[in-house]
């Protein structure tokens, strides 16, 4: 393990067809201005987190800077990530703190992210053992691509919700967000999420939307406020929510596996060898904050936009983002901010976002070529589809299963029961020549 850098050319610039590796690095002015960059493009989608769900800001945030150091140790320095707070914990937060029949909600949650964590770290050592290819086998991309999707539009409600509340607001927010994403060009351009907060909360303040007593009121330095899990032996109640936490395991895997993909076809092949360490790092960067109060992490989309950008992948900057972003969690000042933000801000901004978070799966769908015409592709995502929109819920006893669990577990299982009876049948690509354009499949279902 090498925690030193070696200076890329004359430490100043980067030329045309070049990259600064992960172990190399610019001037220290250059990077720990790079570092700064991580923090800021990472900041808009982790304090979201947090503030939808009713966690701590500075907790989340702290822990982010602590499981990124944790990521860059555990994978020996060898793989540039940014560990934020995760979009596919929200929806089961939310659902656990508004439980009504445990004591602690909040702790409750925690725990259903502690056991994320855990299991996340389990798959890695298997991972760093066998492999990922049992992971393509269990969720191809039709299956990955339905989970991710339907996380993100299950959300939506909660989006449509927070927009009621203040639309002029919202409608500004939201529009801020749109524009500015192709308004402007480099860094700014791939900050619109944090362009939009920003212009939604001055217009919010100008229509007198914001309560500014708590900032006076929060000291600038302090601990975060840290929360630890419900014990569920103590209270049986908990296990009951557990279900809805367990399929965004595998949400992190697909996060985590492409993030590593992708920078290595940047950088250097060799990080693929990375993939086990890496879920192992996040499953415990997850653990370690659901133990304290904090959200669950994953790797940051943003931040490889980041390093495409500038072309610089280097892990230093990445030790800048981590420290940087414990000394904001220090602040409960920065907190008391953060929690000041009114909701037609959250609800235009989330209009969006949530959007964009099923997007992702339908980019996974079109990345990977999925075929549509073939009746179990069409099936494992339709239903999945409807199954996590509509919000099914399904109780056995204490325990209930919500949209995301109930449409991640149809999306695994009819796409794996109908792949077997088809190869059995020796049906699984038979085509209707009829229809030639793949509608086979919905004609059967009417």
């Known amino acids: 393990m090498n925690f030193t850098w070696t200076l890329h050319g004359d430490g100043k610039h980067v030329l045309p067809g070049q990259v600064v590796a992960p172990g190399e690095r ?11 960059q991580h923090v800021i493009a990472m900041f808009g989608a982790t304090f979201l987190v947090p503030i939808l769900t009713g966690f701590p800001p500075a907790t989340t945030v702290f822990f982010s800077g602590i499981g990124t150091i944790l990521f860059l140790v555990i994978t020996q320095n ?34 259903g992210i502690v056991v994320v964590g855990v299991l996340l770290a389990a798959i890695g050592l298997i991972v760093q053992w066998l492999g990922t290819g049992w992971i393509d086998a269990l969720m191809p991309p039709v299956v990955a691509g339905a989970i991710v999707a339907l996380i993100g539009f299950n959300l939506a409600p ?17 529009a801020a967000v749109i524009i500015s994403s192709v308004l402007f060009r480099g860094l700014l351009g791939r900050m619109s999420i944090l362009v939009g907060v920003v212009l939604g909360y001055i217009v919010a303040a100008l229509l007198g939307q914001v309560n500014y007593a708590p900032i006076e009121a929060a000291a600038w330095v302090g601990l975060p406020t840290f929360h630890l899990p419900s014990n ?50 996040d499953g415990l960067a ?23 950008a500038t072309r610089v992948y280097s892990t230093a900057a990445y030790w800048v983002a981590g420290v940087v972003a414990i000394l904001l969690g220090l602040s409960p ?24 978070i099923g997007i992702i799966g339908v980019k996974i769908w079109v990345d990977n070529k999925v075929d549509f015409s073939r009746p179990v592709n069409q099936f494992t ?47 699984d690509d038979v085509r209707d020549a009829t229809h030639p354009e793949g509608t086979e499949g919905a004609d059967r279902a009417g």
Do not use: C
């Not at 929200?90 to 909040?106: F, G, H």
């Not at 449509?160 to 002029?168: A, G, I, S, T, V």
């Not at 695994?412 to 077997?420: D, L, N, R």
């Open 158 to 174: 909660a989006a449509r919700d927070n927009f009621m509340q203040e639309p002029l607001t919202a409608l500004v927010t939201l």
């Open 78 to 111: 060898k793989v540039p990530s940014y560990l934020g707070s995760s979009f596919a914990f929200i929806a089961p937060i939310t659902a656990a703190l508004a439980a009504e029949n445990v004591a602690d909600p909040m702790g409750a949650a925690l725990f």
């Open 26 to 36: 610019l001037s220290w002015p250059r990077t720990i201005g790079l570092g700064a």
């Open 333 to 356: 000042k920065f907190g008391a901010v953060i929690n000041t933000i009114p909701p037609g801000v959250l609800g235009g901004v989330t209009t969006a976002l949530y959007g964009l």
């Open 232 to 281: 569920p032996f103590a209270d049986a109640s908990i296990w009951g929510y557990l279900p809805a936490f367990l399929p965004v395991v595998l949400v992190l895997v697909a996060e985590n596996v492409g993030h590593i993909k992708g920078v290595a076809q940047m950088t250097d092949a060799s990080i693929n060898r990375s993939t086990g360490r890496a879920l192992f790092s």
């Open 286 to 308: 997850t653990t370690i904050a659901g133990f304290f109060g904090g959200s669950g992490t994953t790797t940051y989309g943003e931040n490889i936009g980041v390093m495409a």
């Open 381 to 427: 995502a339709a239903t999945a589809l409807i199954i996590g929109i509509a919000d099914f819920t399904f109780k056995i006893g204490g325990v209930s299963f919500n949209g995301i669990a109930l449409g991640t577990i149809a999306a695994i299982v009819i796409f794996h029961v109908m792949s077997a009876i088809g190869r059995a049948r020796g049906t």
